[in-house]
Nanobody
Framework: QLQLVESGGGLAQTGGSLRLSCEAS????????IGWFRQAPGKEREVVSC???????YYSASVDGRFAISRVIGNNTVFLKMDNLKPDDTAVYYC?????????WGQGTQVTVSS
């Protein structure tokens, strides 16, 4: 059964750091573009960062220079290291990948940044 499970969220202070994990089962993530998205209360879900199968990385303007996406092929996990956190980073963070007509999302992990 294909499943994505995020973890690593929590409460951080402004300027602090968190590392999110997206662990997959039932699929080998190395062949896919994996994305991290977030949704803040009252706002639309937005892309934060993506990593391709050949390690090309994308960051949204709001997180570029503060967040870093990476993958560990051996344990089928994609990470999002978040540094210099800001209150505007408060959101539920999701990982996602698309395989043809199928769109897979994790359940999300809450990140709250206090000012």
């Amino acid at each position: 059964q294909l499943q994505l499970v995020e973890s690593g969220g929590g409460l951080a202070q402004t300027g602090g750091s968190l590392r999110l994990s997206c662990e997959a089962s039932g699929v080998n993530l190395r062949y896919y573009v994996i994305g991290w998205f977030r949704q803040a209360p009252g706002k639309e879900r937005e892309v934060v960062s993506c990593i391709s199968s050949d390690e090309i990385k994308y960051y949204s303007a709001s997180v570029d220079g503060r967040f870093a996406i990476s993958r560990v092929i051996g344990n089928n996990t994609v990470f999002l290291k978040m540094d210099n956190l800001k209150p505007d980073d408060t959101a539920v963070y999701y990982c996602r990948f698309v395989d043809g007509p199928n769109d897979y999302w994790g359940q999300g992990t809450q990140v709250t940044v206090s000012s």
